[in-house]
T-cell receptor, first 114, second 115 residues
Framework: DQQVKQNSPSLSVQEGRISILNCDYT??????FLWYKKYPAEGPTFLIS?????DKNEDGRFTVFLNKSAKHLSLHIVPSQPGDSAVYFC?????????????FGTGTRLTVIP | DAGITQSPRHKVTETGTPVTLRCHQT?????MYWYRQDPGHGLRLIHY???????DKGEVSDGYSVSRSKTEDFLLTLESATSSQTSVYFC??????????????FGPGTRLTVL
């Protein structure tokens, strides 16, 4: 039972435009959300996170929005660059579990076209 | 980048053989994790450790065991490998747990193929 869902397996965007990656979750106990970026043959790299007490967090070109009532978060990349082409994973955790377990979505492959 | 290495990086083995994957960290982080990545599932937690000799099960622990005799090393063992354990395995570390404020950092992965 997938508690974190990324319903778009792939996304293509022109360089310089905005990329919007979406993520939905089902467990209302999740209180911390993260985005990871993954290149082929490498491990996931932490990108940005947001606590459930906030609805927005920004870091340079990357902004994450959280809508708790809809159990939805999104990652905005502006402007998109060819180097952003990678697989993006959404992840969530809950302080209620015994460890800092992360529950991952299935990933969205972003392709930024030069 | 966090100092995490995994060995081997690639392994091909046969059904029924034991396999041990190693994760080594140089960050002195307390928490270590093993995940597997499969198409259609993202990453799923196998086991984690919250200190030397302290481990617990994750979401998909059946068929796997772990050991942590030193802070820096976390071993994942497949006692008798099956084809369903063909996957990419990632180790991760974090400094602390709880409060949702600590981030997990991942190693480069081990690609395991069980024939």
């Amino acid at each position: 039972d997938q508690q974190v869902k990324q319903n778009s397996p792939s996304l293509s965007v022109q360089e310089g435009r905005i990329s919007i990656l979406n993520c939905d979750y089902t467990n209302s106990m999740f209180d911390y959300f993260l985005w990871y970026k993954k290149y082929p043959a490498e491990g996931p790299t932490f990108l940005i996170s947001i606590s459930s007490i906030k609805d927005k967090n920004e870091d340079g070109r990357f902004t994450v929005f959280l809508n708790k009532s809809a159990k939805h978060l999104s990652l905005h990349i502006v402007p998109s660059q060819p180097g952003d082409s990678a697989v993006y994973f959404c992840a969530a955790s809950s302080d209620q579990t015994g460890a800092n377990n992360l529950f991952f979505g299935t990933g969205t492959r972003l392709t930024v076209i030069p | 980048d966090a100092g995490i290495t995994q060995s081997p990086r690639h392994k091909v083995t046969e059904t029924g053989t034991p396999v041990t994957l190693r994760c080594h960290q140089t960050e002195n982080h307390r928490y270590m994790y093993w995940y597997r990545q499969d198409p259609g599932h993202g990453l799923r937690l196998i086991h984690y450790s919250y200190g030397v000799k302290d481990t617990d099960k994750g979401e998909v622990s059946d068929g796997y065991s772990v050991s942590r005799s030193k802070t820096e090393d976390f071993l994942l063992t497949l006692e008798s490998a099956t084809s369903s354990q063909t996957s990419v395995y990632f180790c991760a570390i974090s400094r602390q747990r709880g409060s949702g404020t600590d981030t997990q950092y991942f190693g480069p992965g081990t690609r395991l193929t069980v024939l």
